[in-house]
């Protein structure tokens, strides 16, 4: 089983994801601890891959985000990380003649 989890892995795959990639987590999660998701980051970022990662210090996995500021950080996140990487990459619309 162990080997079937690695092989399904994101951090195992890393090297064959290229596409800009949002990673939010919280700091005190017991069920995916917050070394896994540093490790992705770090395994993105070495194959070149656009990525964005913040930790919520004070969130864990049950509470996440924690606050309404926590809440209204990660929607804000969310739209500009489309802004950038989803709508930047839309086609444009043919000029007004």
Known sequence: MREYLKSISPVSRAADLKKPTLILHPAKDSRVPVAQAQELVQALRANKAPVW???????????FPTTAANGDFTLESWILFFQQFVLNDAPQAPAAR
Not at 53 to 63: L, M, P, R, T, V
């Open 53 to 63: 990662y913040i930790e919520f210090g004070d969130a864990n996995h049950d509470n």
